[in-house]
Structures are given as C-alpha cells and as structure tokens.
C-alpha cells in the first residue's frame, strides 16, 4: 500500500512543481472551494494510480492544487466513504498521498447533522474531539499494530488559529464533537438520542478515520463540520440528501471567506503538533 501511495505522489509530481504545505479535504457540497484556487491544476481521480474513485453525488472526484490567497495548497474535491464499500485502508489512502506530497496541516470538511439543539443548519463547527462508531479489521495505519497514546486528536493550535478567524471576520462558529457512524443511511430518531447521551454535538459519515490516520501520521489535524440539517427526530422534518446540498450551497459563501482567511492565518507560520 505505501508503494501504491509513493506512485501515486509521484504521478501528481509529474504534473506540478509546487509542494504544498496545506491540504484541505472538501466534503459533501463544500467543493466549489477549488474555484477560489488561482492557477489550479486539476487531477481526476481516475488517473491518479491506486487512488479511490468517488461515487457520491457531491463529490467531484478530483483532486486541485494551486494557490488560495498567496498559499500554495492541494484540496480534495470529494473523499471515500466506508458505506460506499472501502476498507478504511482505502479511506485513508488520499491521506498518505498528501503526507508524501509535503503537507503538514490537513483540514478536513464535511457536511454534518446537527445534534446539539442550539445549533442550526447553516452553522459551521469546530470539531474539538470525535466518537468514531465504525471499525473494519484493517483499521490499522502501518503494518505493526500498536497503541497510540491517548491524545487529542484534533490540533489546538489550529483551533485556537480558527477561533481568531471567526473572531476576525465575524463568522459565527459553533464548536463541539463529531460523531462518526458508518451510514449510509441517516440516523433513526433513537439513534441521534443515543449520540446525544453520549456528547455528541453533530453526526456525520467521514472524517473521523482520515482525522485519526493523519494525525498518527504527524499531520496537524483541523475539523470543520457544515451543518447542513438538524439530525433525525431533533426536527419534525424528513432528511434527505437533498436538503444537505441545498444548505451547503446557502452557507457556501461564508464558508469559501472563511476557509481563505483560515488557510491565511495557518500559513503565516507553521505550528507544532499539538
Ligand atoms: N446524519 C449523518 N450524516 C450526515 C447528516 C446526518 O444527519 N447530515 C449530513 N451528513
């Protein structure tokens, strides 16, 4: 698998000679961030060697790279998802092709559920921890198995770094944990009850593996969920795919502002892990 990613490195560094330091993973809906890149380079999926093909509607599949302000960064429109049949190996693969690329702080998007009742759609939040509620038996980064210290996954710097952002710019942001469930269908009612009890702030289908893999790959960690619907039996409303688009394109503005200025402040010098 390492071999896969090294071609897979040097295929994308066949076709561009920048190394960028920031990479950003664009979740359902969260793509048109690419077309803030100046002088982009656009890479499909499908030509890339060994890498994963999306297959959700709102996930482009390919990957950018170019600069966003005066940063030199590598986005990934649309990621790979448990429920569409990957092993999380194959979740994480983007990752490792990243690491290889040179980057160092990794910001991971996604559209989320909102659990927390004082949220509502539209709102972005800051992901502070995860509770991951899907393993497969390969959910293991390198060949060793080994136990890594329990730590904090998501990178205080960076969210100390987008809390300025927000303070700055005066974009409201909620804060709160993550829940990952495998999907791919929504949560009953009972079930977001369940993630409620257990301090869960919003559901989503992603994140939380590639969170933990770069992490354990020494990559600062940042999380930033959309929340696109309030969860099921939060509302007296129906979910649907949909609805999570139609919010992601209402907050797209907001959302495009606030990840330049993120990616702005990340860059002015780079952070320690932690
Ligand atoms: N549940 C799970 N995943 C999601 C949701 C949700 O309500 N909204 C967007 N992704």
């Given at each position: ?9 040097n295929y994308i560094e066949s076709l561009v000679n920048v190394s960028p330091s920031i990479g950003l993973i664009l979740g359902s809906g969260l793509g048109e961030l ?70 160092k702080q990794l910001i991971l998007t996604n559209a989320a559920g909102g659990i927390n009742r004082s949220f509502s759609a539209g709102d972005l939040m800051l992901i ?25 996954i998501y990178s205080k710097a960076l969210l100390n770094k987008a809390e300025n952002v927000a303070r700055r710019t005066q974009i409201p942001l909620k804060k709160g ?98």
């Amino acid at each position: 698998m390492d071999n896969h990613a090294v071609e897979a490195c040097n295929y994308i560094e066949s076709l561009v000679n920048v190394s960028p330091s920031i990479g950003l993973i664009l979740g359902s809906g969260l793509g048109e961030l690419v077309n803030e890149l100046k002088n982009p380079v656009f890479i499909r999926y499908e030509t890339i060697p060994h890498f994963p093909l999306s297959t959700v509607s709102g996930h482009e599949g390919q990957l950018a790279i170019g600069k966003l302000l005066d940063t030199h960064v590598v986005m990934l429109q649309g990621r790979f998802h448990f429920y569409e049949g990957y092993s999380l190996q194959d979740v994480v693969f983007p990752i490792k092709v990243l690491k290889r690329l040179g980057v160092k702080q990794l910001i991971l998007t996604n559209a989320a559920g909102g659990i927390n009742r004082s949220f509502s759609a539209g709102d972005l939040m800051l992901i502070t921890d995860h509770i991951q509620l899907f393993y497969d038996k390969q959910n293991v980064p390198s060949s060793k198995l080994q136990h890594f210290q329990p730590q904090m996954i998501y990178s205080k710097a960076l969210l100390n770094k987008a809390e300025n952002v927000a303070r700055r710019t005066q974009i409201p942001l909620k804060k709160g944990i993550y829940a990952a469930m495998s999907g791919p269908s929504y949560e009953t009612p009972a079930e977001i009850y369940m993630l409620q009890k257990l301090g869960a702030d919003a559901v989503g289908m992603s994140t939380a593996p590639e969170a933990r893999f770069a992490f354990e790959s020494n990559i600062d960690v940042l999380g930033i969920s959309c929340i696109s619907n309030m969860a099921a039996g939060i509302l007296d409303e129906p979910l649907s795919h949909e609805e999570v688009i139609e919010t992601t394109e209402r907050v797209k503005a907001s959302f495009k502002k606030f990840m330049k200025e993120l990616v702005k402040e990340i860059a002015r010098k780079d952070v320690n892990h932690g």
